[in-house]
C-alpha cells in the first residue's frame, strides 16, 4: 500500500463497538492534503458523520483518536495524538490531546486515526499490534485505576512496551469531565473523552506498532531537525526554555503568572495569591520530585515525577503536576498545602479525571458553602471552608465514585449550579460549559476572548497568546505591524486583542493537526507558520504548504469547520461571553488590580477578523467558500445558519 | 597510541524522549521506527526509570567469540564491531552471548542487527540533548564520571568544612 504523501501511514481504522466489526480503510489523499491530521482530519469526520444535536453519551456519537504527519517523526515535541467526539460536559466540539508514546506507536501500527462508534455490550479494550486488531475482554478491568490498568494490559498482550490509554473509575462511571490516561501520567484531559470511552464500554486501546515512518525529502527533512536541535541546544531560547519549563516543568508559571495577576485563586475571586510560594516549582522542585522525564520525541523536556514521602499523604506518587493543576488544586480552592496537592492529582490521575474541571467544581463548591446555598450536610458533612485539603481529596473520590455531592459535581460547573439553582449560577465558572482554564482575563485583556471564542469552551489551548503576555514586541510588529505593536504589548490593553486571538488560533490549529506541542509554538515562540512551511513539505512532499498562505488557508479551513460544528449545534455570540464576575467585578488586589475585562471590542475584532457576522457570530457563506468549505456552507444554510455579507460592509 | 571512543551512557539524564532511538533507525533505514534502533531506551514506568542500551564494542567481545563463521569483526577505521551479513548464518548466537542486549534482532528482516557507530558519527549522541548519550574519547569519559561523582561529594563540602 502506497500513500500519496509521506509521513502519513495512509490507512485509518474504524471500529463498531456494537457489532464488534473492524474495518482498516484507505485514507483519502484529500483529507491530508485538506486537513492535514489531527484536529483537522477530527473535524473532517465528526462533521461528515455526528448527526446535529447527537447525544454525547450515546452509541450514536463517534470518538476519533487521530495522529498527524509529524507525529513519530523527530519533528519537535511531536510525541502526541488527540481525541475528539462531541463532549459530554459541553454539549459542543470536543477535543483534547495528550503527550506521552502512545500517538507515534499508533502512527508505526500503521494508523493516522482510529473512529470509534457505537458502543460494546460488555466492557472491552481494543489491542492494535500493527495489522492484527482485536477487542480483548475487559470485564476484569472494570473498576480499576488507571495504572493498574495500564499494567494489567501490559501483562495480558506480553508486552512490556505495549502503549495503553485507558480510563479510570471516573470515565466508566461518565464523569463529564473524565479523562483518558496514556502512559500512566499523560492525559487527554478536557471535555470528557473519558466519559465518552465509558458511554462506549471500551476501557483502554492498546497498540504496539512495527512499520516506521519515512519522510518525503530525507535531506531536506534532515536540515530542518538539524534547525531544531540547534534552537533547542544553542539558539536563542534554549537556555530560558531550559532554565524554566526544564528546569520546574510547568509549575514553573506559578510564580511568573502570580507576578502578573493572573493566578486563579479562590475560584477566580481574584488573580493574585499570597501563598503562591508555597505551591511553586521551587518548592515541587526542591522537596517533591525524583525523576525527570519526558514525552516522546521532545527536546523541551518539561515532564516531571514527584512524590511524597511523608505525612497525611504520604504514599503519594504520580507524574506531575502541570501548572494548571497546581492552580485549579490549589491556588483556585485557597489550598496552600502543596502536599494535599500533590495527593489530589494523583488521584485525578488515577480516577482519570481533568484535574482543571475537578478543582473548578470544588472551588465551586466551596464559594457556594461560603454563601450558604450549600449546606453541611448537602455537603456530606465535609467541612467545604476554603483552603481545606483534605476536603480537597475527598471530594475527588466522591466525583470518581459519583458519591453524594460528587454526583452533583460529576456533572460539570454547569450541570451542578443548573441543578443546584439559587443563585449558584454565579459562582460556576464556565464558558460554553467547560470550566476556565489558568487565566484571569482581567489581567491578561486577550485572554478573555480567547475564553470566550475557543471552541471547546473556556481554555487556553486553542488560542493563548503570549506575546502580549510575554511582551514580545519583535513578534508583534512582524505579525501585526510596527504600528500596532505597541498596543499589543500592553497586556492590560483591549486592543487589537481580537486579531491576535484569530492568529493564535490558526496557529493552534495547524500544530494541533501537524500534531506538535504548543510548548515550542506557544512558549518558547519558537515555531511559527512559517516554520510549519518549511517543515510540512519535506515531510510529507506537499510542496504547496511551502508557502505560509497555503499553511494559512488550511489552519483557517480547520478554525471555520470546527467553529462550525459548534453553530450547528446552536451556538451564537450569546454563548461566547464571559462570566459577569470578569466583566463586573474588579480585580481585588495583585497587579491588575482595578481592572475587569471589556470583552465586546475584542470580540468584533475576533469575528472581523475571521470573517464571520460581528451580530450574531454565524458564518459568512463567502468566508466558507474562500477556505473550501462550500458543502458546509450548503448545509448550513438548510436551517439558515450562514449568511450572505452585505456588500459594502 | 591509539585513542578510542566510546558511547557514554548515563541514565541520570535520560528522559526516555527516545530521540536517540529515532536518530538511529533513521540514519540506518531512513525511517523513523523505534523498533529498528540499534539503541533503545529501557524503561521501567513505575520507578520512572530509563535506561539507554547499546553495544559496547568491548575490547573482548563475546559477540565476536560466540560467532562460529567469524561475521563479527572490528571496523578499523572507527573501532565498532560490525556484522558481515555475507557471512552471517543467522544462528542469533551474538544475540544470546551478549550481557548488555547490546545485539538486537529487527522486526523486519528477522535478522541480528548492531550498532555500528554510524561510521564514527554516532546519530543517536548527536541528538541527544541531555547529553545522555555521548561519543567520547574513554579516558576523557572516565575523568567526566570522576568529575560527576566529585561535584555530588563537593555539594557536601560546606558541612565538612563546618565541622
Known sequence: MTFDYKGYAGQYLRVDLTKGEMKKEPLPSWMAKHYIGGTGFAARVLWDELKPQTNPLSPENSLVMAVGPATGALSP??????????????????????????GPELKYAGYDMIIFHGRSEKPVYLYVDDDWVEFKDASHLWGKDTKETTGQVREEVGDETVKVSCIGLAGENLVKYAAVMTDFYRAAGRTGMGAVMGSKNLKAVAVRGTKGVEVADPERYMEVMDEVLYQNTEGPWAEPAQSSLGTYGTPNLVAVINAIGRLPTKNHWTGYYEDAEKISGAVIRSKHRVARDSCFSCMIQCKYVSTVD???????????PEYES??????????????????????????????????????FAMECYEHGILSEKEADGLDLRWGNGEALTALIHKIAHREGLGDLLAEGVRGASQRMGKGSEEFAMHIKGLEISGQDCRAHKSVGCTHATSVRGADHLRSLSCI???GFYEAAAERFGVDKAEEICNLLSEKYKG??????????????????CKYGTMWPPMYYLDFIAKLLPPLTGMEEYGSVKEVRLAAERICNLRRCFNVREGITRKDEDLPPRFKEE?????????????????????YEARGWDEATALPFRDTLERVGLKEVADQLELTGKVLKRIVGK | MKTRK????????CTNCRICELACSFYHYKSFNPRRSRISVLRNDEK???????????????????????????????????????????????????????????????????CDLCDGDPWCAKYCVRKAVEYVRADKAGIQRKRAGFEKISKLMPLIMKE
Not at chain 1, 311 to 318: C, M, N, V
Not at chain 1, 346 to 352: A, F, H, R, T, V
Not at chain 1, 499 to 512: F, G, M
Open chain 1, 77 to 102: 515535541s511531536s510525541g502526541r495524538f488527540m481525541m475528539a467526539s462531541k463532549s459530554p460536559l459541553t454539549g459542543i466540539w470536543g477535543e483534547s490531546h495528550c503527550g506521552g508514546h502512545f
Open chain 1, 310 to 320: 511523608s505525612g497525611l499523604y504520604a504514599g503519594t506518587f504520580s507524574g506531575g
Open chain 1, 326 to 363: 497546581v492552580f485549579a488544586l490549589g491556588s483556585n480552592c485557597l489550598v496552600n498545602d502543596i502536599e494535599a496537592i500533590l495527593h489530589a492529582n494523583m488521584l485525578c490521575n488515577l480516577y482519570g479525571i481533568d484535574t482543571i474541571s475537578a478543582g473548578k467544581c470544588i472551588s
Open chain 1, 468 to 470: 502580549d503576555e510575554q
Open chain 1, 499 to 516: 486579531y491576535i486571538v484569530k492568529d493564535q488560533e490558526d496557529l493552534y490549529a495547524v500544530v494541533d493537526s501537524v500534531l506538535m
Open chain 1, 586 to 606: 474588579p480585580m481585588p488586589n495583585g497587579r491588575a488590580k482595578g481592572e475587569v475585562c471589556n470583552l465586546q471590542p475584542m470580540l468584533d475584532e475576533y
Open chain 2, 6 to 13: 566510546l558511547l557514554a551512557l548515563d541514565p541520570g539524564k
Open chain 2, 48 to 114: 520512572c526509570v530509563s535506561i539507554p542500551t547499546v553495544c559496547h564494542h568491548c575490547d573482548r567481545p563475546l559477540c565476536q567469540e560466540a560467532c562460529a563463521v567469524e561475521a563479527i569483526y572490528r571496523d578499523e577505521a572507527t573501532g565498532a564491531m560490525v556484522i558481515d551479513y555475507d557471512k552471517c548464518m543467522g544462528c542469533n548466537l551474538c544475540f544470546t552471548a551478549c550481557p548488555f542486549g547490546g545485539i538486537s534482532i529487527d522486526p523486519l528482516s528477522m535478522m541480528v542487527v548492531k
